[in-house]
């Protein structure tokens, strides 16, 4: 077959199960509920002239134009790092480009000959991408359940030098959160436990400095591998991971999505720094936010009888694609931007309407969403 009838036959496939992926366009004027602006920055003009009025000419470029570690080491790059680490006390950060760049990176260059893995059944794509690149050994243990991952502990932990445990701490799909005081105890129990954190939806939202679940239950110090994201709750871009030095200068030596890809731009990493020294000052932000997720998610228990969120992210279950599809174009119609989430993104069945709440949403569009629910 030819090579373009092989793409065309395959979207055919997709569209005909509902899985026909399109880039949207939100509209204008609507209440946008798909985003992950959780702080409510991404609009903030006040907190952008702030930013702008301090800017020192140096930080405003627009590009590093090479990598870290040629001649993009800028001083808002180091700055930016001893920033992170300060606030969570730890020997060292690394800014990274994206998310998806930590994730895929960071195992395959932390990895050695007798190393396992442990991954959260629902963890997100980029973490499995980066375990799936190590070639060792892993097992997925269920969603949420730390005793299935004791479990796996207790078989084989033995047989091997170190075993990476990999979860999130929000989960991006369920919003519901690990016990990281339970996921803490598997390292005191299990020497040879290495802790990875995805934190990507927990910075900016958990803790009453904004840094993320792991410091809100004060659990941080014990963390190996902290990842957080800039692009979500601190509107901004990249991502970073805080841990020991050792790790660091590994990562700095061996991981390829951190060696081999540009720095991100110094007005970038500039703002970063910014929203993150203001991120204590947003604690109003943050209880408006928890207080409307938690009403939210008691309505949806009303009305379909679970909802495991415990986050700013609410699932709507609703099982078939089509389904999902039409309830979603009931919310657009009424204001609210709301996407339906589908397989291959969330398991077979669970096709469901994922809000992503906002601390810019006021308590009217609040009260008028939970009408239309
Ligand atoms: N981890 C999780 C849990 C995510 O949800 C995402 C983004 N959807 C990423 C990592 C990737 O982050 P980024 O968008 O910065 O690449």
Request: hydrophobic share 45%; proline share 4%.
């Amino acid at each position: 077959m030819q090579f373009t009838d092989r793409l065309l036959q395959e979207l055919t496939s997709l569209r005909s199960v509902g899985s026909f992926r399109q880039l949207p366009i939100v509209p204008e004027g609507v209440v946008n509920l798909s985003g992950n602006d959780y702080l409510g920055l991404l609009e903030d003009e006040a907190l952008r002239e702030a930013f702008y009025a301090q800017l020192k000419p140096r930080a405003s470029l627009l590009s590093a134009a090479s990598s870290r570690l040629l001649t993009g080491n800028t001083p808002e790059a180091i700055e930016l790092e001893e920033t992170l680490a300060a606030a969570y006390g730890t020997e060292a950060a690394l800014v990274l480009g994206s998310g998806y760049h930590a994730n895929t990176g960071i195992l395959p260059a932390l990895i050695g000959p007798k190393s396992l893995i442990l991954s959260d059944r629902l963890n997100h794509a980029s973490l499995i991408d980066g375990i799936r690149a190590t070639g060792v050994d892993f097992y997925r243990f269920r969603h949420n359940d730390l005793a299935h991952a004791r479990n796996y502990l207790e078989r084989y932990a033995k047989d091997y030098d170190e075993v990476f445990v990999v979860t999130e701490s929000v989960f991006s799909m369920d919003g519901d959160c690990t016990d990281l005081k339970a996921l803490v105890q598997l390292k005191r129990d299990f020497p040879n436990v290495v802790l990875y954190l995805d934190e990507a939806h927990g910075v900016g939202v958990f803790g009453d400095k904004g840094l993320g679940l792991a410091t809100a239950q004060g659990v941080h110090q014990e963390i190996d591998i902290l990842v957080g994201t800039f692009g979500k709750a601190l509107c901004s871009t990249g991502a970073f991971v805080v841990c020991s030095q050792a790790i660091r200068d590994t990562l700095v030596n061996k991981m390829r999505p951190f060696i081999f890809t540009t720095a991100l731009p110094p007005i970038n990493l500039a703002w970063t720094k910014f929203v993150v020294n203001a991120l204590p000052t947003m604690q109003a932000r943050r209880a408006h936010l928890q207080t409307m997720a938690a009403q939210l998610a008691e309505a949806i228990r009303a009305k379909t009888g679970a909802c495991v969120s415990t986050s700013q992210i609410v699932p709507y279950v609703i099982g078939s694609n089509e389904d999902a599809i039409q309830e979603a174009k009931r919310f657009q119609t009424a204001g609210f931007y709301v996407l339906p989430i589908r397989p291959p993104t969330v398991p077979k069945g669970t096709a469901r309407l994922r809000f992503s709440l906002s601390a810019a949403l006021s308590s009217d569009a609040f009260n008028r969403l939970l009408d239309v629910l």
